[in-house]
C-alpha cells in the first residue's frame, strides 16, 4: 500500500462527490450523514472500504489480468455468461485479503464497536459500485447486500462475497448492455450499523409518484421485519401516499392513501449458517399497519429534505428500530425513470372493449399489452420464453431481466410497487402487474390474454385480445382560453395520471365512485351495523372494515381519502365534489342496502339528490358523508374542495340541506368552503335568482336538464334519437340560466361531453358567456381547442 492509499472511510467523512471513491451508494450515505443530520434525516453510522481497497485486492490476488482475459472471453450472445461469471466469482472468492486491508476493516470494525458501546455489533454490508446509482445508471438490485453480519471474520466474508458480486450474472449482463467497461468499474464496501428491523418494519419510499411522476407525492411501503421482503417482493406491503406540498401547513395530515398490505411473511435474525430466516406471520401483524400517521409523516418531511438538499426526486429506504423505536434513512439514490420522462407529451391508453376479469393486482404504469401467458417458476427457463409473451410467475429478482426484456408484458403473484418487478418494469418500459395473488394459478400457459394498467391503481388481466386505443397529447399545443376548462373524474386511483394536463380544476367529482367501488358499503349499514338481520352483509362488513373498530369510521376514512386524493392532483385548484346522488335501486345495490331502501317505481325521479340528506331515512348516512368532506378538508388540508348538492327542488329544500351541513360543522365561507348546486332541473333555472342567495355556483348538468325539459326518459332506448342537449329547449334554458347567474355574480360551469362533440354547442355556451366547461381527461385538448376557436370567433 503506498502512503497515498485510503483504504477505509467513515461515512461522516464522505460527500455525495465521492463516488469515485466509495460508489453513489454509499457517497450518498456520507452526503446524508454529514449534510442532513440538521434537518432531522437519522442515518446510521458505519463506513465504507474505498474503490482502492478493491484494486488493492486485485492486484493483491494477481487477478486484474485474468479478470480482463476472463471477460474478454464472454460471447456476444452471453450463451457462456453463466461460466463466465462464475469462474470469475470464484477467483475473487479465493483470494486473500492482503494485510493491510484486514487489518484496516478489522480496526474500523473495532472502532465501531466503541462508538456504538457493543462488542461485535451487528452491522449490514451493501454493496456499492463506482457507477451505481448515477442518474442516468439505475443497477436495481444488481448487486449484494449481507444483512445481519457480526465479528471481524465473517465481516470479512462479507466484504469479499460484495467484491465477488460485482460480477454476478445480471451485473455483467447490465453492464454489457450499458456500455460500462467492466474493468473502469469497481466496488465499495459500505458496512453500516444494523437497524432492528427485524423487531419491527423496513420499506422502500420515493419523493415521486413512480407511476405517473406525479411529483408532490411521496409514497412510502413498508412490511415486518427486515426491509429486504419489500425489495425483492416477497410480500405486498402496506402503501402510503402524503401529500408534500402540505406538510408545512400548520394542522394539516396530508395523508391522502393508506392501503393495508397482506404481510403474510416478514424477515428477521436467525442462529447458525444463514443470518436470517424468513417466518409467517401473526393475524395481528397482517391486519396492523406497520406506521401510524406520526411515523408516515416523519418519513415524508424527510424524503422532502433530502429530495431538495439533492435538487431531484429520489428512491430510499427506510427501518424503524423495534428496540428504540426510532426511524432511520438507510439508504438513498436518485429515481432514475419518471424524473426522466418527456415532459411536453403525455401518453393515453384506453380500453374500448369489455371483457371478463381474470385476475386483479397492483397497476404498474398505465399502458394496456396483449399476448399470450408463460408461466415460468425460474430464470433458468428462459429458452422457454417466447419474444412477445407476457411472463406470469411468483415474483422476480435481478436473475428475470434477460427474460423481461423479451416480454410485453409481467405478472406477478406477489410484490408491490417498489418491488424489483415493478422498478425493472419502469425502466423497460414495460405493462406490469404486481401483487395479484394468484396469477399462477388462475392463468393457463398459451392462454391469450389483455394486461390493462389504465385503470387506475389496480391493473386487471381480461380474457382474449381486447381492442384498446393509444394516444399521444402535445402538451406544447394547448391554447390559452377565457373560459375555464376543467375535467371530470370518479377513480381517486387514476386521479395522478392527468397531473401534466394544464386544467383548471376538476369539474365535477363523483362521490359515488368512490362509495360504489372503493367503500361498497351502504353508510346506513354501517352506522345501524348492531342491528343489521342480513347474515352475508355482516360478514361482508366484517371483511371490507377489518382494523376498524368503528365500522363508520371504514366510511369515512376511505371516502375522505378518496376525495382527498383526487383533490391533491389538482391543488390548489377548485375540485367541485359531488354528494352522493344514487337512486334508490343503486343505494339497495351496496351491501347491506336492500334493509334501507325503498321501491319505487321510477328511481329516476324518486328519493335521490337534496332530498336524502336531511330524510331521517338517510340523515346518518349523510353525516358521514359530511364527517367525509370535513376530515379531507379541515384535517388532511385539502381546502379547494368544494361541495356540490345535486337534484335540488327548490329554495326550501335547499335551504334544509344547508342547514344539516351546517349542524355537521360545514358552514359556507368557513374555512373558505364553497357550496355549489346542480343545475339540472327546470326549477333551478326558473328560480335561479333564488338559488344564486344559497349557493356559491351552479353546475349545469345537461342530461337530467334535458330529459326533464323534454320529458325524455334518457335511458330509454326507443326515446334515444330524441334525447338531444342540442334542443332549442334546452339552449334557451341554459342561456336563461347563464343570464340570471351572471346578475347575480355567479359562476356556471357545464359538465359534458357536448361541447367536445359538436363544436357548435361549444359556440353557443361560450357566446352566452359559460365561466367553465368539465370534460372526460381524454378529451381535454380538443374540447380547449374547440373553445379557443369559438372565443375567436365570438371575439371576431
Known sequence: MTEQQILAFWFADLRRRDGDKVGGKNASLGEMVSRLEESGVRVPTGFATSAEAYWLFIDHNGLRNKLTEAMANLEKDRSNLEQVGDSVRKMILQGEFPGS?????????????????????DVAVRSSATAEDLPEASFAGQLETFLNVRG???????????????????????????????????????????????????????????????????????????????????????????????????????????????????????????????????????????????????????????????????????????????????????????????????????????????????????????????????????????????????????????????????????????????????????????GAGNATEKLKDGQVVTVSCAEGDEGVVYEGELAFVEREIDLDDIPETRTKVMVNLANPSSAYRWWRLPTDGVGLARMEFIIGNMIKIHPMALVRYKTLEDKEARHRIEELTLGYKDKAEYFVDTLAQGMARIAAAHHPKPVIVRMSDFKTNEYAGLIGGAAFEPKEENPMLGWRGASRYYDEGYREGFALECRAVRRAREAIGMENIVMMIPFCRSPAEADKVLAVLA??????????????????????????????????????????????????????????????????????????????????????????????????????????????????????????????????????
Not at 402503501?239 to 402540505?246: A, S
Not at 349542524?663 to 373558505?672: A, N, S
Open 101 to 121: 486491508l484486514a487489518e484496516t476493516i478489522r480496526q474500523f470494525y473495532r472502532d465501531l464497536s466503541a462508538r456504538l458501546e457493543r462488542e461485535n455489533p
Open 152 to 434: 471481524e471474520q465473517a465481516l470479512l466474508d462479507s466484504v469479499k462475497c460484495c467484491f465477488a458480486s460485482l460480477f454476478t450474472n445480471r451485473a455483467i449482463a447490465y453492464r454489457e448492455n450499458n456500455g460500462f467497461d467492466h474493468m473502469q468499474v469497481a466496488l465499495s464496501a459500505g458496512v453500516q450499523q444494523m437497524v432492528r428491523s427485524d423487531l419491527s418494519a423496513a420499506g422502500v419510499m420515493f419523493s415521486i409518484d413512480t407511476e405517473t411522476g406525479f411529483p408532490n407525492i411521496t409514497l412510502i411501503t413498508g412490511a415486518w421485519g427486515l426491509g429486504e421482503t419489500v425489495v425483492q417482493g416477497v410480500v405486498d406491503p402496506d402503501e402510503f401516499h402524503v401529500f408534500k406540498p402540505l406538510l408545512a401547513h400548520a394542522g394539516a395530515r396530508p395523508i391522502i392513501e393508506r392501503t393495508l398490505g397482506k404481510k403474510d411473511r416478514k424477515m428477521t435474525y436467525a442462529t447458525g449458517k444463514s443470518p436470517t430466516k424468513l417466518v409467517t406471520t401473526s393475524k395481528q401483524e397482517r391486519t396492523t399497519f406497520v406506521l401510524d400517521d406520526n411515523e408516515i409523516l416523519q418519513l415524508a418531511r424527510w424524503s422532502s429534505a433530502i429530495e431538495e438538499h439533492y435538487g431531484q426526486p429520489m428512491d430510499m429506504e427506510w427501518a424503524k428500530d423495534g428496540e428504540t423505536e426510532e426511524l432511520y434513512i438507510v439508504q438513498a439514490r436518485p429515481e432514475t425513470v419518471q424524473s426522466r420522462k418527456e415532459p411536453a407529451t403525455l401518453k393515453s391508453y384506453r380500453m374500448t372493449e369489455e371483457g371478463t376479469r381474470l385476475v386483479t393486482g397492483l397497476a404498474i404504469g398505465d399502458s394496456i399489452a396483449a399476448g399470450k401467458v408463460l408461466k415460468l417458476e425460474s430464470p433458468e427457463e428462459i429458452d422457454r420464453f417466447e419474444e412477445g409473451a407476457i411472463l406470469v410467475t411468483g415474483m422476480t429478482d435481478p436473475d428475470w431481466v434477460p427474460i423481461m426484456k423479451r416480454a410485453s408484458a409481467i405478472v406477478t403473484d406477489h410484490g408491490g410497487r417498489t418491488s424489483h418487478a415493478a422498478i425493472v418494469s419502469r425502466e423497460l418500459g414495460l405493462t406490469a402487474l404486481v
Open 663 to 796: 349542524e355537521e360543522g360545514l358552514v359556507r365561507g368557513k374555512y373558505g368552503l364553497a357550496v355549489y348546486v346542480m343545475a339540472e332541473l327546470p326549477a333551478n333555472v326558473l328560480l335561479a335568482g333564488a338559488f344564486a342567495e344559497r349557493f356559491d355556483g351552479f353546475s349545469i348538468g345537461s342530461n337530467d336538464l334535458t330529459q326533464l325539459i323534454l320529458g325524455i326518459d334518457r335511458d330509454s332506448d326507443r326515446l334515444k334519437t330524441l334525447f338531444d342537449e342540442q334542443n332549442e329547449a334546452v339552449k334557451i334554458a341554459i342561456a336563461d340560466l347563464l343570464e340570471k347567474a351572471q346578475r347575480s355574480g355567479t359562476p356556471v360551469g357545464f359538465c359534458g361531453q357536448a361541447p367536445s362533440d359538436h363544436p357548435a354547442f361549444a359556440s353557443f355556451l361560450v357566446q352566452h358567456g359559460i365561466d367553465s366547461i368539465s370534460v372526460t381527461p381524454d378529451s381535454f385538448l380538443a374540447v380547449k381547442q374547440k373553445i379557443a376557436e369559438a372565443e375567436q370567433q365570438v371575439l371576431s
